[in-house]
């Protein structure tokens, strides 16, 4: 971890560097340029109230039962999940779409995942202001405990890069790591609350949606952000030391494993 902390630091300005271009080149050659990464939440939002709301009038049973706040908790789901989908499918791809820098040049090939994550954080950070919008047009400025989001995704952050780390590795060895990575992602999207709440389960299925590690970072997040609550601290800080655990695992893996990068490809 001391390593980790030291190549962080040391390349804080290279990894700035690479998160811009990489937002900037997402969009470049569009007319609407990043501005597309405000309107894109904006018009998935309007989607979602309007399916949910009025296609199928669906309530949240845990709120006021709006069709409206349904489509708030919806979003906040997905928000959360975004930040985890965009990083793992990218990471088995990342070192073989940077073959020079495993070849032709001294690169530090372990912020690659940081800055999908720094790319992916950009992105929450603009899909909160459509959030804080739409929140404050139809129910007014959003509770005090709304400031401890970060706090809540932090657990999120680390255990994202420790897959990251993990699946950039395998990527190089295994090719059919990135299919498998599509498929993970999608059944994860129905085993987490984000359509639906764990209260609608039945008892018997509930302790298998609460293993999703992404199961406490989404409901968690709907606390402060929409309910008013507190963070559990208890379960917020077991999470925090597995997802810390699981991130310096991640990266030792690719530690360990970069020596045969440039064998392979």
Not at 28 to 36: A, D, H, K, Q, T
Not at 82 to 91: A, D, K, P, T
Not at 187 to 203: G, H
Request: glycine share 8%; proline share 5%; with cysteine.
């Amino acid at each position: 971890m001391a390593h980790l902390y030291r190549v962080l630091a040391g390349n804080l300005d290279l990894a700035i560097v690479l998160t811009k271009r990489e937002v900037v080149g997402r969009y470049r050659g569009s007319f609407m340029g990043l501005l597309w990464s405000f309107l894109y939440p904006l018009l998935m939002l309007a989607v979602y109230t309007f399916v949910f709301s009025v296609v199928f009038q669906a309530r949240w049973p845990s709120g006021q039962g709006t069709r409206i706040e349904f489509a708030l908790v919806l979003f906040t789901g997905l928000m959360v999940f975004s930040v985890f989908s965009e990083c793992v499918n990218r990471s088995p791809g990342l070192v073989l779409n940077n073959v020079n820098y495993v070849k032709k040049v001294v690169f530090p090939l372990e912020i690659l995942p940081v800055v999908s994550m720094l790319s992916a954080l950009f992105h929450l950070a603009v899909t909160m202001l459509v959030w804080f919008g739409f929140h404050l047009v139809y129910f007014g400025l959003p509770p005090v405990t709304a400031v401890l989001f970060p706090l809540v995704v932090l657990p999120l952050v680390l255990f994202t890069l420790g897959i990251s780390w993990l699946l950039a590795s395998l990527g190089v060895y295994l090719r059919d790591v990135g299919q498998v990575v599509g498929v993970g992602t999608t059944v994860l999207l129905f085993m987490s609350p984000i359509f639906y709440s764990i209260e609608s389960l039945p008892e018997a299925y509930r302790p298998l949606l609460r293993a999703n590690p992404l199961t406490i970072v989404i409901e968690q997040a709907r606390d402060v952000l929409i309910w008013g609550r507190w963070i559990d601290f208890g379960e917020w800080s077991v999470m925090l030391a597995l997802s810390a655990a699981f991130a310096y695992l991640g990266y030792a893996w690719f530690q360990a494993t970069r020596k045969g990068f440039a064998d392979v490809l």
